[in-house]
């Protein structure tokens, strides 16, 4: 079911939510699979629906940085970035304070909780009419291709399709960028529309060595999966492969002719849910550069690829 971008559909959303259930709400980036953060019922309801590891912990999208520190333990630095980059695209991995009412499963037992004040106008309202957090992770079965699109969400889910609020396409196409602060300096956990550089610029440089542990989503070495082979760095198609294109590589699909690393972005999983449904069952994409959200991209296909 679509839900309108009218007051009728954010208010019918709230209702849901409220209630324990999920909505497919568009953010920025990619549509997320709302619900109320601070439900245990309702956060185990997101993992059934995705079929998602238990061990792979939920973004928690707020209304405001007040309501952010109601749940997590922010310092300068963390303040620092908040200021620079929310609302948008940047998620922050900080302590979990102790009085927060969120549903154990949201942090899969880690001491941390991942933060997003997301900048899309229909989130934000569904926000705050809710009045609640929610997490929302993509609105995809577990491990495929992320939806920046309504159809998305309602091809990957099928039958099950929770209701979804159609705000059209995500003008960012791309997961936030993911970054913790420790209390010894900074790591960026998964790479997005927030470059590396940006939050550098900000803190210093990141830390060197990495905890190993899956303390956000999209850590997973598979990930993003269309479900068939995919082969990088291809300059041309094989017979039995569809090409997604990048500037001077025409392709079946083409992330952008003119080599602008932010349409491919928002593009990259529009171009893979086009070659998942395609009668070839293989696919190549074109070479994409490593810079800025260029290595996002990458880091996507790598996944993907796996």
């Excluded at 980036?29 to 709302?34: D, H, M, N, P, S």
Aim: aromatic letters at 4%; charged letters at 20%.
């Amino acid at each position: 079911m679509k839900l309108a971008a009218d007051p009728a559909g954010i208010a019918r959303a709230a209702e849901i939510l409220r209630g324990g259930g999920l909505v497919a709400l568009p953010t920025e980036t990619v549509y997320g699979l709302a619900a109320r953060a601070d439900s245990a019922v309702a956060i185990a309801a997101i993992y059934r629906a995705k079929g998602r590891p238990e061990f792979n912990p939920l973004i928690v999208h707020v209304a405001s940085l007040d309501q952010a520190e109601q749940l997590a333990r922010f310092d300068a630095r963390a303040r620092d970035l908040a200021r620079r980059f929310w609302p948008g695209p940047l998620t922050l991995v900080l302590p979990l304070r102790d009085s927060a009412t969120i549903a154990p499963a949201v942090t899969a037992g880690l001491p941390t909780i991942a933060l997003r004040w997301p900048a899309h106008p229909l989130m934000q309202a569904v926000l705050r009419e809710t009045g609640a957090p929610l997490a929302a992770p993509s609105a995809n079965r577990s491990g495929s291709v992320s939806p920046t699109a309504a159809e998305h969400v309602l091809v990957s889910f099928g039958p099950d399709a929770p209701a979804v609020l159609d705000g059209g396409t995500c003008e960012r196409g791309l997961e936030s960028t993911i970054v913790a602060v420790r209390d010894n300096g900074w790591q960026l956990l998964r790479p997005g529309p927030i470059p590396e550089s940006a939050v550098a610029a900000v803190l210093g440089d990141a830390m060197a060595v990495t905890s190993g542990r899956v303390e956000a989503p999209g850590q997973l070495a598979r990930h993003y999966s269309p479900g068939k082979p995919l082969r990088l760095d291809a300059p041309a198609a094989h017979d039995d492969e569809f090409l997604i294109g990048f500037a001077e590589v025409a392709g079946d699909c083409s992330l952008s002719d003119s080599g602008d690393l932010a349409e491919a972005a928002a593009r990259l999983y529009a171009c893979l849910h086009e070659a998942a449904r395609s009668n070839r069952g293989r696919i190549a994409v074109a070479p994409i550069p490593h810079e800025g959200i260029g290595a996002a991209i990458n880091d996507r296909l790598r996944r993907a690829a796996a």
